[in-house]
């Protein structure tokens, strides 16, 4: 089954490790338009109606390893939007916290580390992900003042 490439179901904490290997696999896919939405749905009457069939389907299909990738808590919330770009967006405006808060619950995260019985590989393996986290949302937020600035 191809959705067992994505290892990480996402929950309220993980969203940028999902969201890592998800857009991973979906460009590996060769799918990743219909979540940046550059593959938007044809426009009927300049097209036909199996040019329109086949994006309904591969938009299903991208939006079927959506569902399989993600928590069943976060499912029901999915289930009204009408495209996988739209799930997409849903899923970054809900889960990708980029706020203060996060920062601090990884800082406590990281403080909390403790190498314990473990081995020196075993120990830095498990720091990775906190460190990882901290990275990706100083990178978050660096992008994020930057497009501010950029605007204003």
Do not use: C
Not at 49 to 63: F, G, I, N
Request: hydrophobic share 40%; proline share 4%.
């Amino acid at each position: 089954m191809e959705s067992d490439h994505i290892n990480t179901r996402l929950n309220s904490k993980n969203f940028a490790l999902w969201e890592f290997q998800f857009r991973t696999f979906i460009k590996g896919q060769g799918f990743f338009g219909f979540l940046d939405g550059s593959a938007t749905k044809p426009a009927v009457p300049p097209a036909t109606d199996q040019e329109l069939a086949k994006w309904m389907q591969s938009d299903a299909k991208v939006r079927s390893w959506i569902l399989k990738s993600v928590d069943p808590s976060i499912v029901l919330g999915l289930r009204l939007l009408p495209t996988s770009a739209d799930e997409w967006q849903s899923l970054k405006a809900t889960y990708s916290s980029t706020s203060v808060a996060r920062q601090f619950e990884i800082e406590i995260e990281l403080a909390n580390l403790q190498q314990g019985d473990q081995d020196v590989t075993t120990y830095y393996n498990a720091a990775k992900l906190p460190w990882t986290k901290q990275d990706l949302l100083a990178a978050a937020l660096l992008s994020g003042m930057a497009s501010a600035e950029f605007q204003a």
